[in-house]
Nanobody, 126 residues
Framework: QVQLVESGGGLVQAGGSLRLSCAAS????????MGWFRQAPGKEREFVAS???????????YYADSVKGRFTMSRDNAKNTVYLQMNSLKPEDTAVYYC????????????????WGQGTQVTVSS
């Protein structure tokens, strides 16, 4: 019943920006963790960013070193939506980006997330 639907992918030039959205339906009473992962052709799925809840409505944000300082994760509880703002995009950021959710503790491993979106393509040209 829980579904994650992603949008916002597209084609941009190097140095440009995109904002990805992930809308959740049939949401559990509360998420513990939400994450973004990406996978390029011929490469393994890699961690990008995540939220992890620690008591009440307090969330901590984590980023992969490869995107730190360029990508920002945010959320809108009223819309049951999380976002990934991507700035200063590079050709190596080209990949299919996936939104993932967990009702328990989850970190940088894809196997820790139970719910996944369908993925959205991000292509950065040089």
């Amino acid at each position: 019943q829980v579904q994650l639907v992603e949008s916002g992918g597209g084609l941009v030039q190097a140095g440009g920006s995109l904002r990805l959205s992930c809308a959740a339906s049939g949401r559990p009473f509360s998420w513990y963790a939400m994450g973004w992962f990406r996978q390029a052709p011929g490469k393994e799925r890699e961690f990008v960013a995540s939220f992890n809840r620690s008591g009440g409505s307090t969330y901590y944000t984590y980023y992969a070193d490869s995107v730190k300082g360029r990508f920002t994760m945010s959320r809108d509880n009223a819309k049951n939506t999380v976002y990934l703002q991507m700035n200063s995009l590079k050709p190596e950021d080209t990949a299919v980006y996936y939104c993932a959710g967990s009702v328990s503790s989850a970190g940088r491993s894809a196997g820790e997330y139970r719910y996944w979106g369908q993925g959205t393509q991000v292509t950065v040209s040089s």
